[in-house]
């Protein structure tokens, strides 16, 4: 059974910070790992995809990894702003069209 | 130009009831999802349709009935509602499954069981 992990639960850094947020899984037969934010009160917006043959990808100040074989992923921030404020959740694909999420990180960028 | 909506936003009703909610999407996926929130935020699947057919249904009991009469639209239904239904119910949608299609969430509908 896979189990996504994001720790910690909740996370506080001043403006302008380099930030990392980590995710872990258990379970290394995965399609694809998904990073998605949710901001209070609405749905999840998917922010980056990284396919299980790909290491990386990137998306404006966003960077994703991927190390499958350890079951690690990590969301990289560059130059954090107020409004990156959020939950960031990461999940993955592991089954026929079913993702595992993990409790996600909420974010909070001090100004 | 909304990708994913949902309706209602909010659902608020008595122990007993029976409720719908409807999901509609509009980009030409065709796999659709309902996921539950619960209120420690932790965001589970309860079921996936590929084509109008059901491919996963993760031990939801059976008063949850989701239908989906096209591609576009997968609705959730739910009989004899209980305290424990209490969560936020997101509808998404991907084009595909396993590879490189990322979800697409609706804003959710947040029920409230009385």
């Known amino acids: 059974k896979q189990e996504v992990t994001q720790i910690p639960a909740a996370l506080s850094v001043p403006e302008g910070e380099n930030l990392v947020l980590n995710c872990s899984f258990t379970?290394?037969?995965?399609?694809?790992l998904q990073w998605f934010r949710q901001d209070p009160g609405k749905g999840l917006t998917s922010l980056l995809l990284?396919?299980?043959?790909?290491r990386e990808q990137t998306s404006g100040r966003l960077n994703a990894s991927l190390d499958k074989s350890s079951g690690r992923s990590t969301l990289y921030i560059a130059a954090s702003q107020p409004g990156d404020s959020a939950t960031y959740l990461c999940?993955?694909?592991?089954?026929?069209?079913?993702?595992?999420f993990g409790k996600g990180i909420t974010l909070s960028v001090r100004p | 130009d909304t990708a994913v909506s949902q309706t209602p936003k909010y659902l608020v009703t008595q122990m007993g009831n029976d409720k719908s909610i409807k999901c509609e999407q509009n980009?030409?996926?065709?796999?659709m999802y309902w996921y539950k929130q619960d209120s420690k935020k932790f965001l589970k699947i309860m079921f996936s349709?590929?084509?109008?057919?059901?491919?996963i249904n993760e031990t939801v009991p059976n008063r949850f009935s989701p239908k989906s009469p096209d591609k576009a639209h997968l609705n959730l239904h739910i009989n004899s509602l209980e305290l424990g239904d209490s969560a936020v119910y997101f509808c998404?949608?991907?084009?595909?499954?396993?590879?490189?299609?990322?979800?697409?969430f609706g804003n959710g509908t947040r029920l409230t069981v009385t």
């Open positions: 379970d290394s037969a995965i399609y694809n």
């Open positions: 999940a993955v694909e592991s089954g026929r069209s079913k993702l595992t």
């Open positions: 990284i396919q299980s043959s790909q």
């Open positions: 349709y590929n084509n109008k057919e059901l491919i």
């Open positions: 980009l030409g996926h065709d796999t």
């Open positions: 998404a949608s991907s084009q595909g499954q396993g590879g490189n299609s990322p979800l697409h």
